[in-house]
């Protein structure tokens, strides 16, 4: 059985404590601005636990904290502090099931996929590299300054990170 922790003892990383966090949209957009170093305008509320389903034969998810902005811009944010896991891989899940859900049935016009951002924070550094932020874009490996630009974006936030001087002091403070 899993020991109760009393709410002093949580940090945001707690599934519980963040959803309930996030739930209000000025302090979702403010973890938002603060990652993506720009300003935000969400259009809805932010949605806790969204789960996300193709067939009842198959996996589904469930998004920790969905929100959507005026440009229609997805972000999932998902805080992980369980088992070392393929979060590279569960990334590309969770892209998959926001991208499978964005068209209907037929449509062709590709161009109306939103923009989705992954983003996964943990108290450890999934690629060992020593950096608070891992931003991920499709690009050529030919020639890697060709990206792809299909819209989707993955970043892995560490609480951990040693590069002080490589991202914003706001976003040092928010991962301590």
């Not at 998810?61 to 891989?89: F, S």
Request: net charge negative; glycine share 6%.
């Amino acid at each position: 059985m899993a020991k109760i922790k009393s709410l002093k003892d949580l940090t945001l990383l707690n599934r519980f404590l963040f959803a309930e966090t996030m739930d209000d949209p000025v302090n979702m957009r403010n973890l938002l601005e603060i990652i993506l170093g720009r300003e935000i305008v969400l259009k809805n509320l932010p949605q806790t636990e969204k789960e996300q389903r193709n067939s009842p034969l198959h996996k589904y998810v469930k998004l920790d904290v969905w929100a959507v902005d005026e440009d229609d811009t997805i972000y999932d944010t998902e805080p992980h502090q369980g088992e070392r896991e393929p979060l590279p891989r569960r990334s590309r899940l969770y892209q998959g099931m926001i991208d499978s859900k964005l068209l209907d049935a037929g449509e062709m016009d590709y161009t109306r996929l939103n923009n989705v951002y992954i983003i996964v924070i943990t108290p450890y550094d999934v690629f060992g590299q020593g950096k608070y932020r891992y931003t991920f874009r499709m690009a050529c490996r030919e020639k890697p300054e060709l990206e792809l630009k299909d819209g989707a974006e993955r970043i892995f936030l560490n609480t951990r990170g040693t590069n002080q001087g490589e991202v914003s002091p706001e976003l040092v403070e928010l991962l301590h």
